[in-house]
């Protein structure tokens, strides 16, 4: 696997990946959790974003560097660029939900440790 | 301590997969078929500098119209679920610390700043890599920096519903002139498209634009008001 600039953010983004799930499946404190959920979302983020990257092109905005007769010659993938941008609008409001039935959650119990919620635990 | 290896058997499989598929990685040479569709009529067809921002308000625009939505909704749910304890803890606000000096002066003079460079980046979104949701998202960080110097501040929620729902409705109603004047749903040459890379080109892109960010602003800046309206129960 040579060490081009997409392999090293690929495996940084799956790393990432792997490092938000540990935190979730292993953290009793749901705070904790949401933060692991947004490391793990970046980290989904970043793997796109590499899967489009062309080596030794540039990013696909036409200015004097990139005249509109070569864009096709010059330009990275913007399709997973524009899914990650929707990905990251979502990826807010989710993190913005999470926190909202976090806060709703201590309310309740007063806690924010994931064990002491034994309502759907059997 | 069982659950502990659990998890990390379950990453050791997962982390396999990923392996495997970093292994069997080949990047593209070429542009495929979309992207090369994408880079070759982008300026032509409706004279975007930004292929992105094209594909994000034109090409792909019905799919913004849908993300817009939810956007919306997690605003709304947000708004309900923490609604009920702003009625009872409406009166009993606890003393807070005053903000320091730097904060204060601080934030009064980066407000406006912060609010103008959030303009210039939904306003630019066709030329440069910006657009809508980005200056909606620094637009709200303003918003955050007052709530940070001012934890007390209360906003008006229907100023801020009002300006939500009137730039929807004009992204919405934008799009159906496209389906008289132009191609068809959000199709941007309602307006002429003009020369790419000026600021009054790419047709409808700007307005529409603008009209996200001002949307996507108002949302999280609804979110933040939410959550910081909520007291210690």
């Known amino acids: 696997m040579a060490l081009t600039i ?46 489009g990257y062309l080596p030794g092109r540039t990013a696909p905005i036409m200015d004097a560097a990139v005249p509109v007769q070569e864009a096709a010659a ?4 913007p399709v997973p660029q524009a899914l990650v941008l929707t990905a990251i609008v979502i990826g807010v409001g989710i993190t913005a939900l999470m926190l909202a039935y976090a806060y709703k959650l201590y309310e309740t119990k007063h806690t924010l440790d994931i064990g002491k919620y034994m309502e759907l635990k059997w | 301590m069982i659950k502990r290896f659990l998890a990390l058997l379950l990453l050791f499989g997962i982390g396999a997969i990923f392996i495997t598929l970093l292994l069997g990685y080949t990047p593209d040479t070429e542009l495929n078929l979309t992207a090369r569709y994408y880079a070759d009529h982008t300026a032509q067809d409706l004279g ?24 919306f909704l997690t605003a709304a749910i947000v708004g309900l679920v923490l609604a009920h304890n702003r009625q009872h803890s409406g009166a009993g606000q606890r003393e807070l610390p005053p903000s320091g000096e730097l904060l204060t002066t601080g934030s009064r003079l980066l407000v406006p700043l912060i609010l103008l460079l959030g303009v210039y980046i939904f306003i ?7 657009g809508g949701f980005q200056g909606g998202a620094v637009i709200a960080s303003a918003i955050l920096l007052i709530l940070l110097t001012e934890p007390t501040k209360r906003f008006s929620h229907r100023l801020i519903a009002a300006l939500e729902s009137i730039s929807g409705l004009f992204f919405v109603v934008i799009g159906v002139f496209g389906i008289f ?39 999280f800046s609804s979110m933040l008001a939410n959550l910081s309206e909520t007291e210690e129960p």
Do not use: Q
């Open chain 2, 48 to 71: 975007a500098a930004n292929i992105i921002t094209a594909i994000i308000v034109t090409y792909r625009g019905l799919d913004t119209l849908g993300e817009v939505t939810v956007l």
């Open chain 2, 181 to 219: 004047l132009a191609g068809g749903f959000l199709d941007n040459r309602i307006l002429p498209t003009g020369t790419v890379g000026a600021l009054f080109s790419a047709g409808a892109i700007p307005i529409i634009y603008s009209f996200v960010g001002l949307k996507v602003g108002a949302e």
């Open chain 1, 74 to 77: 010059r330009i990275i993938d």
């Open chain 2, 124 to 130: 630019n979104g066709h030329l440069t890599p910006g």
């Open chain 1, 6 to 51: 997409s392999n090293i953010a690929m495996t940084a983004g799956f790393l990432l990946i792997l490092i938000g799930l540990y935190g979730a499946l292993t953290n009793r404190n749901i705070l904790r959790m949401i933060v692991c959920f947004t490391v793990a979302s970046t980290g989904v983020h970043v793997v796109l974003v590499a899967v």
